[in-house]
């Protein structure tokens, strides 16, 4: 192979390896206080195996047990009673805001 190649092979492997890294780093967890805001201002829905839920949840990292959440998995009445049909579902000040939200967006909804 020519020293050309090798290098754009090394070049190739560079840009690679930094996507990779890039694309998996954990999301910066959110300060437990706007968490703790976010969670008394609103309802979160839902569910077991539901990859986007999963999402959102990393977005809160550890702080995520301080919102108000409710597994429509487990708690499939309550779910019923309030009409989700997706999750994840948040619930603010009664409006529905249906799928993955930013913290800034969450932020903004709930006044915190």
């Given at each position: 192979m020519s020293k050309k190649?090798?290098?754009?092979?090394g070049v190739i492997?560079?840009?690679?390896?930094?996507a990779?890294?890039?694309?998996t780093r954990s999301h910066p967890e959110t300060d437990?206080?706007?968490?703790?805001?976010?969670g008394e201002n609103s309802v979160l829905y839902?569910?077991?195996g539901c990859h986007a839920c999963e999402l959102q949840e990393d977005l809160f990292g550890?702080?995520?047990?301080?919102?108000n959440t409710i597994d429509c998995f487990f708690k499939q009445e309550a779910c019923i009673e309030?009409?989700?049909?997706?999750?994840?579902?948040?619930?603010?000040?009664g409006e529905k805001y249906v799928g993955v939200k930013?913290?800034?967006e969450l932020k903004e909804l709930t006044g915190c």
């Open positions: 190649r090798w290098i754009t092979l492997l560079i840009v690679v390896i930094i990779i890294a890039v694309m437990k206080e706007i968490t703790k805001c976010i839902t569910q077991l550890e702080n995520y047990q301080y919102l309030k009409e989700i049909r997706a999750t994840p579902t948040w619930i603010i000040k930013s913290i800034e």
